[in-house]
C-alpha cells in the first residue's frame, strides 16, 4: 500500500512488556517522526529521524526508544509498558524539501497498557 | 519554552456561516504555521501552511491570517458545511518537527 501505514491498529498490554509499534512509509521521505495524542495534551513530540540511523529526541522520550535502520521504517519501542503510555500513537513523515513542509500522518496506532 | 494555544471550547456554527479559529503562540513568531484537519479515529491531515511574511492565505473555502503583532493566526472556513465538522490543529515549525496546539472542535449544524 501507498502511504503511511502503522502496526497494529489497536494493542492491549500489560505493564512491564515490551512492545513496538510499527511505522512504514512508502515514499522515501526523510523525515520521519512519532506524536502521542492525549486528552488535554494534544499531539506531543516523542521521537524523530532525519534520516536512517539519525534520531532524536522529542518533547516526551523518557520510556521510548526508536531505530532507524531503513529509510522507510520507524518502530518505536516501549521498553517497559507503564500505564501512562496509554495512548493514540501516529507516525509522520515528510518530504526533505517539501514547498510546505507538510507532514503526512498514519492512521494511528490506539495502546492500552493495563 | 514557546507555546500554541488553541481556543480548547467547541467551536458550533450553523450550516453556511463563516467559521473564524484562532491561533496564538508566545514568544517568538516561528517561520511559518500549518493547519490541520482530524476526524475522529484517523491521523491529521494538512490543510494550509502560511509564512512569517505572507499576511494572507486561501484555498477554495479556507483562509489563514497570521499577524506577527498580535502574535496569532485566524483559520477561517467560508460558507461552511456539516463535513466541515472535525478538530483543527494548528502547528508552529519547532526546527525539524512540529509542535501542536490542543486542537479546536467544529461543529457545523444544518
Known amino acids: 500500500d501507498a502511504g503511511i501505514t502503522q502496526s497494529p491498529r489497536y494493542k492491549i498490554t500489560e505493564t512491564g512488556r515490551q512492545v513496538t509499534l510499527m511505522c512504514h512509509q512508502t515514499?522515501?521521505?526523510?523525515?520521519m517522526f512519532w506524536y502521542r495524542q492525549d486528552l488535554g495534551h494534544g499531539l506531543r513530540l516523542i521521537y524523530y529521524s532525519a534520516a536512517a540511523d539519525i534520531t532524536d529526541k522529542g518533547e516526551v522520550p523518557d520510556g521510548y526508544v526508536v531505530s532507524r535502520s531503513k529509510t522507510e521504517n520507524f518502530p518505536l519501542t516501549l521498553e517497559s509498558a507503564t500505564r501512562s503510555q496509554t495512548s493514540v500513537y501516529f507516525c509522520a513523515s515528510r518530504e526533505d524539501r517539501g514547498q510546505d513542509n507538510e507532514q503526512f500522518f498514519g492512521p494511528g496506532t490506539r495502546l492500552t497498557v493495563l | 519554552s514557546q507555546k500554541i494555544e488553541q481556543n480548547s471550547e467547541a467551536l458550533n456554527i450553523q450550516e453556511g456561516k463563516t467559521a473564524t479559529l484562532t491561533c496564538n503562540y508566545t514568544n517568538y513568531s516561528p517561520a511559518y504555521l500549518q493547519w490541520y484537519r482530524q476526524d475522529p479515529g484517523r491521523g491529521p491531515v494538512f490543510l494550509l501552511l502560511?509564512?512569517?511574511?505572507?499576511k494572507e492565505k486561501r484555498k477554495e473555502r479556507l483562509k489563514v491570517t497570521f499577524d506577527t503583532t498580535l502574535k496569532q493566526s485566524l483559520f477561517h472556513i467560508t460558507a461552511s458545511q456539516p463535513a466541515d465538522s472535525a478538530t483543527y490543529l494548528c502547528?508552529?515549525?519547532?526546527?525539524?518537527?512540529?509542535?501542536f496546539g490542543k486542537g479546536t472542535s467544529l461543529l457545523v449544524t444544518p
Open positions: 515514499w522515501s521521505h526523510s523525515y
Open positions: 502560511i509564512r512569517e511574511n505572507e
Open positions: 502547528a508552529q515549525e519547532s526546527g525539524y518537527a512540529l509542535n
